[in-house]
């Protein structure tokens, strides 16, 4: 697969994030066929010095979900990056804009801890696990779970005695 006819300068209405003045210098690349692997993105952006490529995939199935993020070592090398935006790869235009940082390193809405306890002894934080991580390792199952909170139930009301 090779990629076709780099278009330079394609405006888009929406708001665009500014471009980074230190690293990490970071690309979203998007709209990318099923079954995509690094050595694609290496192709595609031949010619520059990539950093890290990090391939999104769907938690629970494992299946990439069509974009990436692609790491490159100089300001100048995602710039070059960002001219390929709108270039056909296996006959899809490309989206590539500035990636921002990763999700791990933002703060998140999606929770955390479950609440605490009235005793100050601190709540069972929800485990996230690590972000690079595949399937379950890391949260335990809901019969996990379950166990172990029958068992502190069990442990308070052995201390309240």
Do not use: W
């Not at 888009?12 to 979203?28: G, K, L």
């Not at 390929?84 to 235009?93: E, I, N, T």
């Amino acid at each position: 697969a090779v990629v076709s006819s780099r278009v330079r300068g394609i405006i888009s209405a929406r708001q665009q994030r500014p471009m980074p003045t230190e690293p990490p210098y970071i690309a979203f690349v998007g709209n990318l066929p099923d079954g995509c692997v690094q050595g694609d993105l290496e192709m595609i952006f031949r010619g520059l010095t990539i950093k890290n490529v990090r391939l999104i995939r769907d938690k629970e199935t494992d299946q990439f979900k069509g974009f990436c993020y692609v790491e490159f070592q100089e300001l100048d090398e995602l710039r070059e990056a960002l001219s390929f935006h709108g270039a056909l790869f296996m006959d899809r235009p490309l989206k590539v804009d500035i990636g921002g940082e990763p999700k791990r390193n933002q703060p998140s809405n999606r929770g955390g801890s479950r609440g605490g306890r009235q005793d100050n002894r601190g709540g069972r934080g929800f485990n996230q696990g690590d972000q690079g991580n595949r399937g379950n390792q890391g949260n335990p199952g809901n019969q996990d779970r379950s166990q172990d909170r029958n068992q502190d139930r069990n442990q308070d009301r052995n201390q309240d005695r």
